[in-house]
Nanobody
Framework: QLVESGGGSVQAGGSLRLSCAASVFTANYNCMAWFRQAPGQEREGVAA???????YYADSVKGRSIISRDTAKNTVSLQMNSLKPEDTAMYYC??????????????????GGQGTQVTVS
């Protein structure tokens, strides 16, 4: 019900735009977010957008990334610029009924996608 795309391999300083296509069912949740997980590390919240328009970002990507949502197309995107090697990870889309304060907690989300790999060298 959540399908990510847009990952790939880029050089440091480059950009990528990740997209997540949601089914009508999952798109009805109040929050959609992006998480990432590097090998041997815990999954961390990257960015989230709430139905009312509030956006949240991890400090590590703030100023370099923009999350957006197209409710008509049931998609959420993450534009990432000035990519760094430490951004290398599998990126996952998630949807759920989430409180603002818990946007970065993976367990609070009801659905997640299979992920798309981002590699920055």
């Amino acid at each position: 019900q959540l399908v990510e795309s847009g990952g790939g391999s880029v050089q440091a300083g480059g950009s990528l735009r990740l997209s997540c296509a949601a089914s009508v069912f999952t798109a009805n949740y109040n929050c959609m977010a992006w998480f990432r997980q590097a090998p041997g590390q815990e999954r961390e919240g990257v960015a989230a957008i709430f139905r009312g328009g509030s956006r949240y970002y991890a400090d590590s990507v703030k100023g370099r990334s923009i999350i957006s949502r197209d409710t008509a197309k049931n998609t959420v995107s993450l534009q990432m610029n000035s990519l760094k090697p430490e951004d290398t990870a599998m990126y996952y889309c998630a949807a759920g009924l989430v409180s603002n304060r818990d946007w970065a907690v993976p367990a609070e989300y009801n659905y997640g996608g299979q992920g798309t790999q981002v590699t920055v060298s």
